[in-house]
């Protein structure tokens, strides 16, 4: 099962995140952009944001355009 070690708390404030990573995943699949979909599963603060902008599985796709700016 996919994102089974995305992280329960954020590591910041300790709110309780871990369950909204499969709806997440589902807003990105369906065509929305990152922020669309926080915004839409009312992930406001931005120490919350970042856990879902950093988590491996988003790394991966940035790292193919390593190396295409600068």
Same mark, same amino acid.
């Given at each position: 099962?996919? $994102?089974?070690?995305?992280?329960? !708390?954020?590591?910041?404030? $300790?709110?309780?995140? %871990? #369950?909204?990573?499969? *709806?997440?995943? @589902?807003?990105? *699949? =369906? $065509?929305?952009?990152? @922020?669309?979909?926080?915004? =839409?599963? $009312?992930?406001? !603060?931005?120490?919350?944001? !970042?856990?879902?902008?950093?988590? @491996?599985? &988003? ?6 355009? #390593? %190396?295409? &700016? %600068?």
């Amino acid at each position: 099962m996919e $994102g089974v070690d995305f992280p329960i !708390r954020c590591f910041s404030c $300790g709110a309780v995140i %871990g #369950h909204l990573y499969a *709806e997440y995943k @589902k807003k990105l *699949e =369906e $065509g929305k952009s990152p @922020k669309e979909a926080l915004d =839409e599963m $009312g992930i406001t !603060r931005y120490c919350c944001r !970042r856990m879902f902008l950093t988590y @491996k599985s &988003v790394l991966e796709e940035i790292a193919k355009f #390593h %190396g295409a &700016v %600068g």
